[in-house]
């Protein structure tokens, strides 16, 4: 009887621990999903600005600044 018990014991020990991980799991992905929607909504994501397309709007801002002060 002993050692049904302790099997028991055991297989319900390893499907609460695998019930725990998937919860902690989710919980993870929420988690990162939330702070994606946040960095997002605040432009702090760096890694969606195209450099070049940057570069070029900074540089013909600066170039129509220039020619209008020297006219």
């Known amino acids: 009887m002993g050692l ?11 499907f609460f621990f695998l019930i725990l991980s998937a919860v902690e799991f989710g919980l993870g992905l929420i988690i990162m999903l939330v702070q994606n ?8 994501n760096d ?3 195209n450099p070049l397309k940057f570069a070029s709007r900074l540089n013909s801002k600066l170039s129509s600044t220039t020619h209008s002060n020297v006219l």
């Open 4 to 14: 049904a018990y302790d099997n028991l014991n055991l297989l319900s020990l390893t």
């Open 37 to 44: 929607i946040l960095t997002r909504s605040i432009n702090l």
């Open 47 to 49: 890694l969606s600005v």
